[in-house]
């Protein structure tokens, strides 16, 4: 309904980020499956379907910007983040092959892979299991909405057209 509504009301889309998104942290011994489910559904399927049917709308321009999120978890591998490292790590794979897909069509697609930030997210997180996070990153800090905002208008930018298939970790955590 909602790229209905776009293309009748626009007849265009130019951009989607993709930032919805979820998180639980459990051990995987004690993981529900039903967990896994509701991760995988709301951090990668929504990303793929969101992307898909945007990457229908921008390919009849020959131009868009997907812009999707991932974690600074994902390289991190964060014990007792299996699930959500996971679901996060498929965005990314996701990600890099939408780009190769998309790119005859003028469509790039990146990824950012925020650290921690003070979101709903990190909301229920124990002081004491946020610290050793924050602490185990070359940063030493949370990352803010300006940081955040300041990766996703680089990929925007029209001077971004030739780069596609990237992921941007924050907090100076990288893809090793």
Request: hydrophobic letters at 45%; glycine letters at 8%.
């Amino acid at each position: 309904v909602l790229f209905r509504r776009i293309r009748e009301r626009f007849d265009r889309l130019d951009t989607v980020i993709n930032n919805a998104g979820a998180a639980a942290m459990n051990h995987v011994l004690l993981t529900p499956v039903s967990t896994v489910k509701r991760l995988l559904n709301a951090n990668m399927i929504s990303t793929f379907l969101v992307s898909r049917e945007a990457a229908k709308l921008m390919r009849k321009r020959g131009f868009g910007r997907i812009v999707n999120f991932s974690s600074a978890a994902v390289p991190l591998h964060l014990s007792g983040e299996a699930a959500y490292v996971a679901s996060k790590s498929a965005v990314v794979g996701l990600s890099q092959v939408m780009a190769r897909e998309l790119v005859e069509f003028g469509i790039t697609v990146n990824v950012v892979g925020p650290g921690p930030t003070a979101t709903d997210l990190i909301r229920g997180v124990p002081d004491e299991k946020l610290e050793l996070l924050i602490g185990s990153l070359p940063l030493k800090r949370l990352s803010t909405f300006e940081d955040i905002g300041n990766v996703v208008d680089f990929f925007l930018r029209p001077e971004s057209s030739a780069i596609t298939g990237q992921v941007i970790y924050l907090g100076g955590v990288h893809n090793s």
